[in-house]
Structures are given as structure tokens and as C-alpha cells.
């Protein structure tokens, strides 16, 4: 079965090598970001049985720093390292502080093997629903145990799944541990065959971490009715704050949250936001939420 994934994984990037070779030449953007993501790794030093963390973006980053804390406050002796597959889970590691990242390179063995020979993880730590089949299959065949974090299996996803339960099947024999975040997780899992003795509700990390600056928020802040328009796309942002801007003078009491899917596009949307007579701060220059109405996160 990996024989057949890398070779259809390595047919497809061949196919496809005209292509990202053109778009190399001519995109600044895309070039770093290809860059970035096949040599990234090359950049930590080789570690020697480290754990090994792997976030999608930004909102997995923010669980893998969780269970990163975790780690060390349990006096775990051994190196971490996270990897992250957009670059701007990249750039939310870096903003939170974590040493040793970089960005996931390409699900085939011309960059696992290099990968996992300079890294030589003890263990790799999968956040949520990130499915590496020819990393999960590498770390099996050398005996690095993979662990799925605060897992999740969408109804869309098991559909997905239920086309080719083979597959599935025969990723999840090469995951030791499945830790899940409700019992629907958990059963849509052993739906599969997983054995049970591989499977176990945790509960959602999510709820696990402190946010700084809370316990200094009074009772009105608090009981304050919140509107959050998340994972805006372009072209959403104006009729949001069209709706903000009618909301604000019929609602006193609520306060706004608007939190773009891409953080690459937050120039561009402060700049659309700035030509609506409403002030508003960036969550990261603000101590506290209450501090202002209308808040864009980043």
C-alpha cells in the first residue's frame, strides 16, 4: 500500500512540475513559500529523540502550544519540535513563542526520509484530523510511535472515509494512540476497526489553555454580548461591517469580534475597516477585549 501511495503522490508532483516550476520563476510569494516548505526543516538542528508536534494552522498551533506547555511543565527531558503546513500556522508559532518550528514538507519520501533522519523523533504528536499517510507509514516502519491529539472526525470526513475504508484502515493500524475529543470522535473510529484498547475520550484541549489578561476583566466586561464573524473570506469584510456599522447604533450593549481565515490578508482588511468611521484595535495591542467595541483578530 505505501508503495502505491508514494507512487501515485510522485506521479502527480511530476505532472505537476511544469507548472510549480513556472510559478516558482515568476510569484515571489510562491517561491518562498516553496522553498520554505521543502528545505524549512533544514534550519533545526539535528535533534536526537525529540518529540515531534504537527499543527495545519493557525488554529491547531494554538492547541500544539497547549500541549507544548504541558510537556514542560510535566519536566519532559526531550527536545520539541512543531511543524506546521500553512505558513501562517508558521507565523503564529513564531508569535507564540515557540523555538524550534518549521513548515511540513511534501507527504513523499524524497523529504521524509531526510526529515526524519534529522529530526530523529522519539514520538509524533498529530493535532485533530491530520492524516500524513507516507509520514504516518515512515514513522511505523522505524518504530516512532504516532499519536492523534485532541482528534476529531468530522461526519463529512467519515463519509469520506466510508468510500475507501481500506485506506483508513490501513493508516489507522499504523497509529498507536487516539485520543479523541467526544465519544462521536471516538466511535466514528472504531467504526473502522480501530481496537478499542487504541482509543480514548479526552475531551477538547481547546478549553485547556489561559488566557492572559481574563482575570483582570470586571463582571459588566464579561456579561458583555459578544458578535464574532469568523473565517472571513475575501470580499466578506464589507458586508460585515455594513452589518457592524447598523448593529453598533441599534445594539450599545454588543461588541464585535471579526477574525479573518487568512492572517496573510490582515493589511488588507485593516485597510477596508479603516474607511468605516468605526474605531477598532487589534487584538494583539489590547491587554483587554473590553478595551474597545469592535476588535479584529490576529
Known amino acids: 500500500m505505501s508503495f502505491i501511495y508514494h507512487t501515485i503522490v510522485g506521479f502527480a508532483i511530476l505532472v505537476a512540475s511544469p507548472l510549480i516550476f513556472l510559478r516558482v520563476i515568476f510569484s ?3 517561491r518562498f513559500d516553496f522553498f520554505e516548505r521543502i528545505s524549512g526543516y533544514k534550519v533545526i538542528k539535528p ?3 525529540c518529540i515531534w508536534v504537527h499543527a495545519a494552522s493557525v488554529g491547531e498551533v494554538r492547541l500544539a502550544k497547549t500541549i507544548i506547555l504541558a510537556l514542560k511543565k510535566s519536566k519532559a527531558t526531550r527536545p520539541i519540535v512543531l511543524s506546521t503546513f500553512t505558513s501562517s500556522g508558521f507565523d503564529q508559532a513564531k508569535k507564540e513563542g515557540i523555538e524550534n518550528v518549521f513548515r511540513m514538507p511534501p507527504d513523499f519520501l524524497l523529504w521524509i526520509n531526510p526529515l526524519l533522519k534529522n529530526l530523529c523523533p522519539a514520538i509524533l504528536v498529530l493535532v485533530e ?3 500524513w499517510p507516507g509520514i504516518i507509514f515512515e514513522c511505523s516502519r522505524r518504530k516512532i510511535p504516532v499519536l492523534i491529539a485532541n482528534g476529531r472526525i468530522t461526519e463529512k470526513s467519515a463519509h469520506r472515509y466510508q468510500l475507501f475504508p481500506f485506506i483508513f484502515k490501513w493508516i489507522a493500524e499504523k497509529i498507536s494512540f487516539f485520543s479523541m475529543r467526544t465519544e462521536k470522535d ?6 473502522f476497526g480501530v ?5 480514548r475520550v479526552d475531551g477538547n484541549i481547546k478549553f485547556d489553555f489561559f488566557v492572559p489578561g481574563e482575570e483582570d ?7 458583555s454580548n459578544w458578535v464574532v464573524f469568523g473565517s472571513t473570506r475575501p470580499g466578506d469584510e464589507g458586508p460585515v461591517m455594513e452589518t457592524i456599522t447598523k448593529l453598533f447604533q441599534e445594539h450599545p450593549d454588543c461588541k464585535f469580534v471579526i477574525a479573518p481565515r487568512h492572517l496573510q490578508r490582515l493589511s488588507e482588511v485593516k485597510e477596508l475597516m479603516a474607511d ?6 487589534l487584538h494583539s495591542e489590547i491587554s483587554n477585549s473590553g478595551n474597545s467595541r469592535l476588535v479584529l483578530l490576529d
Open 28 to 30: 515571489s510569494d510562491f
Open 47 to 49: 535533534l536526537n529523540s
Open 129 to 131: 484530523a491530520e492524516m
Open 186 to 191: 471516538a466511535d466514528r473510529v472504531l467504526d
Open 195 to 199: 481496537s478499542p484498547e487504541k482509543v
Open 217 to 223: 476583566s470586571s463582571l459588566e466586561e464579561q456579561e
Open 276 to 281: 468605516y468611521d468605526i474605531e477598532f484595535k
